[in-house]
């Protein structure tokens, strides 16, 4: 797998370098096609935003600008599609925020446990200042924030046992994203945190290399973790968006109108996303209960909002996100 990853990391570097793929021209009587990769499938809801976001801005620039989409991890991890990111080996890349906590510190206040009351106080951040000012923090390690996709409620499911109060997690291997926030997260809610990237966890619940995993209700069908994990219960620990992130040069180099136009699209594609997004989720949990014989169990959250405590108190202290946290707390309405 990583030989594979490798040679693909190096070809993408070739392709960058020596084809004339990805262009530096700023006229707009070009055609510049530019790549895009993120690790979900085909069939994922945000690969379809994604499509619509590729549509929209060629559509927007009279077709001067085109997307190519590259899917399913085919140029690697979340972590390997952001350093081609940054440096322009490819343009675009969709991933999780908790993928860029080690790129940019403000990022990790989107992996804090219950930081978002609810999907409404979600979304009304992530469309506020704060989200376009956390986007500009990496243009300085070579990419910046473009817009933000619903990645739903993260919930804990494992092979048989459901979790129902932070003690059901002791001794179990949980995996998380590589961040160090989630790690913490897991720790003091009494588990074993086993950080490692999307691609490998249904092997890794498969092997029982790990006990269970946390994410929203599509990992169950769309990856098919929900071939071997039973049990999915509603802890509701983390609202993590996705975060479309564009190589910075790139976008420097284009005309005004272009990036007009990407801005204009990567809104709109958010907006499309959020309606795909709501369908996806029934669909996907009621494929889970029928087709894969998953329970979903209601949980009482309080004893996990409590086990996090500590968590909150040091991101209102810590310089990186004291200011974002504080803003951020103060919109939500405490449900
Ligand atoms: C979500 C997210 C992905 C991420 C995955 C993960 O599904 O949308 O971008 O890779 O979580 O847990 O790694």
């Not at 390690?141 to 996709?149: H, K, S």
């Not at 998380?176 to 926030?181: E, G, R, W, Y």
């Not at 958010?270 to 997004?277: C, E, I, L």
């Not at 009482?300 to 991101?315: G, S, T």
């Amino acid at each position: 797998m990583k030989t594979w990853l490798s040679i693909t990391f190096v070809c993408a570097l070739i392709l960058t370098l020596f084809s004339g793929c990805s262009t530096t021209a700023k006229s707009e009587d070009k055609t510049i096609t530019m790549r895009l990769a993120h690790n979900q499938a085909e069939t994922h809801p945000v690969h379809k935003s994604l499509v619509e976001f590729a549509r929209l801005v060629e559509k927007k620039t009279n077709g001067s600008v085109k997307i190519k989409l590259y899917p399913n991890g085919q140029l690697g991890s979340e972590r390997e599609v952001i350093e081609l990111t940054q440096t322009g080996a490819v343009d675009f890349a969709k991933v999780s925020a908790s993928a860029l906590e080690s790129f940019s510190p403000v990022y990790s206040l989107f992996s804090l446990p219950y930081l978002f009351d609810n999907r409404d106080h979600f979304y009304k951040v992530m469309k506020g200042p704060v989200a376009q000012d956390i986007y500009k923090t990496t243009t300085n390690v070579g990419f910046r924030g473009l817009t933000f996709y619903d990645a739903g409620t993260r919930n804990f499911y494992t092979k048989n046992k459901a979790i129902m109060k932070p003690a059901d997690l002791k001794g179990l291997k949980i995996r998380v994203q590589p961040s160090a926030t989630s790690i913490k997260m897991i720790e003091l809610m009494g588990g074993s945190p086993t950080p490692m990237s999307f691609g490998e966890v249904y092997t890794a619940l498969q092997q029982g290399v790990i006990d269970g995993s946390e994410n929203n209700e599509t990992a169950l069908t769309d990856n098919n973790h929900g071939q071997v994990a039973k049990q999915y219960s509603y802890s509701e620990h983390a609202i993590v968006p996705d975060i479309l992130i564009m190589n910075n040069k790139k976008w420097n180099e284009l005309s005004q109108k272009q990036k007009q136009a990407i801005t204009e699209a990567a809104k709109e594609s958010t907006a499309f996303h959020k309606v795909v997004w709501e369908k996806a989720i029934d669909k996907a949990t009621k494929e889970a209960k029928t087709k894969m014989n998953v329970t979903f169990n209601k949980v009482d959250k309080e004893p996990f909002k409590k086990a996090v405590e500590p968590l909150h108190k040091e991101f209102a202290k810590k310089k990186a996100t004291a200011r974002y946290y504080k803003e951020i707390r103060t919109e939500g309405t405490g449900n």
